[in-house]
């Protein structure tokens, strides 16, 4: 009886919490955190079910909010990454060097204050990993980093495109012109790469095709 009532109490303060209670509670604005459980209701027969029932589908529902809310999360951390490599990408921009001193200062003093502001803004999703998935992601960047300090844009473009074509074969989001049947992998890449986790997986799938771009306009402009 205790149980069946903890479970009625929670489920009330929930709808209560979301709005949609009988007993005139006041919705709760878009920035503001409820104070109880946001749960919906899983029927009208909710109440009629065993306490054990109610209790797993409150979680379950609560299971889903947390996956959504670390996929929203890992959204905002990518759109973090995007704007530092902006900030990086035109910090070094050769059209720098044709402003005059007093120019160049006053661009690096704006790059800096939206850098430091940016810098207030902390994102952590954190990937559970084994010792070999982290060894396998430590591996990957490494690779990654070689072609970014490589000073041929040519070979550094080719060698992205063959890690961007490990990822996924068929991948045509960057250039739509590649053919998926006559590319060439880096089979070392997709080797380690397979080791990493699937999120690890996506986020270097993201880095790569961002890192192509790039390299393509360097390569364009040279």
């Not at 303060?13 to 749960?39: F, H």
């Not at 704007?83 to 402003?99: F, H, I, Q, R």
């Not at 006053?106 to 060894?135: H, K």
Request: net charge negative.
């Amino acid at each position: 009886m205790e149980v069946d009532m903890f479970v009625s109490d929670v489920m009330v303060g929930v709808m209560d919490a979301m709005g949609g209670g009988s007993g005139g509670a006041v919705a709760s604005t878009s920035s503001e955190w409820p104070r109880s459980p946001r749960v919906d209701e899983a029927g009208s027969n909710w109440l009629n079910k065993p306490p054990m029932e109610r209790f797993i589908a409150i979680l379950d529902q609560l299971d889903t909010k947390v996956e959504s809310l670390r996929k929203e999360a890992m959204v905002l951390r990518d759109k973090k990454d995007f704007l530092a490599m902006s900030v990086d990408l035109l910090k070094n921009n050769e059209y720098l060097s044709g402003l005059n001193e007093n120019e160049r200062e006053e661009i690096d003093c704006y790059v800096q204050r939206i850098s430091s502001r940016l810098g207030t803004v902390e994102l952590n999703v954190c990937t559970v990993r084994d010792q070999a998935q982290e060894d396998s992601l430590h591996h990957v960047n490494s690779l990654i980093d070689l072609i970014i300090a490589s000073a041929d844009p040519v070979i550094s473009r080719q060698k992205c495109q063959q890690y961007l074509n490990a990822c996924s074969t068929t991948d045509t989001s960057v250039y739509t012109d590649v053919d998926p049947h006559t590319v060439c992998t880096d089979k070392k890449f997709e080797s380690v790469l397979l080791g990493c986790t699937l999120d690890d997986q996506k986020t270097i799938k993201k880095r790569l095709q961002a890192l192509l771009v790039y390299l393509t306009q360097q390569t364009i402009v040279h």
